[in-house]
């Protein structure tokens, strides 16, 4: 079974800083990976993914992450922070092989803008 | 992607009680998905809701407690049942869309938070 982990539960930055969101998963010979944010008492909405080609891929708000198949890595960066930026990101995998397309989740990175 | 609502947003139950949640989708999608996100916590599967067959239920959870119904291709209700304080969470419902070559990307539902007293 895939997993995933988010190596910090939460990242406290400065506004118009920049700020990467680590996450790593289990090896796997394919993967899907996705980045979804979630706003305070709302639902997830989907940020970025990478399903194929590129390894780097942008996503809404000015996000990018690259995916690294050799160190199983997709972190999640932007280069200028806002405070709305404030929120949860997760990082999730699905296996479209194996699983069914479930959804494997990370434990979530609370991203903190401060001015 | 896909518009998905959910009924209710949120609701206040009284343990022993069981609470019916609605997810609707604008468009015709073969899998819809359930999960749970506990205070503080990542969402975890509930199951996988397939139109014409039975949802598959990950471990830990089973059909007594969270049945599920799947009439059609853009709807699905899960049913929390004899509910106490510890279901207290946010049940999210997702789709699955697929793009080319069968990318499948899963959007997600606002949720129902769900609090038990």
């Known amino acids: 079974a895939q997993s995933v982990t988010q190596l910090d539960s939460q990242v406290p930055v400065f506004e118009e800083a920049p700020v990467e969101l680590r996450c790593n998963y289990s090896?796997?010979?394919?993967?899907?990976l996705f980045w979804y944010v979630q706003y305070p008492n709302q639902g997830l909405q989907l940020l970025l993914k990478?399903?194929?080609?590129?390894?780097l891929v942008k996503g809404i708000n000015g996000f990018e992450a690259e995916f690294n198949k050799s160190q199983t890595s997709f972190h999640l960066r932007k280069p200028s922070v806002h405070i709305s930026d404030t929120a949860e990101y997760f990082c999730?995998?699905?296996?479209?092989?194996?699983?069914?397309?479930?959804?494997?989740f990370g434990k979530g990175t609370l991203l903190t803008v401060n001015p | 992607s896909a518009v998905i609502s959910q009924k209710p947003s949120r609701d206040i139950c009284q343990r022993g009680t069981s609470l019916t949640i609605q997810c609707q989708v604008d468009?015709?999608?073969?899998?819809m998905f359930w999960y749970r996100q506990q205070p503080g916590q990542s969402l975890t599967l509930i199951a996988t809701?397939?139109?014409?067959?039975?949802?598959?239920?990950e471990s830990g959870f089973v059909i007594d407690k969270f049945p599920i119904s799947r009439p059609n291709l853009t709807f699905s209700t899960l049913t929390v049942s004899n509910m106490s304080p510890e279901d207290s969470s946010i049940y999210l419902c997702?789709?699955?869309?697929?793009?080319?070559?069968?990318?499948?990307?899963?959007?997600f539902g606002p949720g129902t938070r769900l609090l038990v007293l």
């Open positions: 997702s789709v699955a869309l697929f793009g080319g070559s069968l990318e499948e990307t899963q959007y």
């Open positions: 090896s796997s010979v394919s993967v899907y």
């Open positions: 990478y399903l194929s080609g590129s390894t």
């Open positions: 999730a995998v699905s296996d479209p092989v194996g699983s069914n397309y479930k959804l494997t």
């Open positions: 468009s015709q999608v073969t899998m």
């Open positions: 809701a397939n139109q014409g067959s039975e949802a598959t239920y």
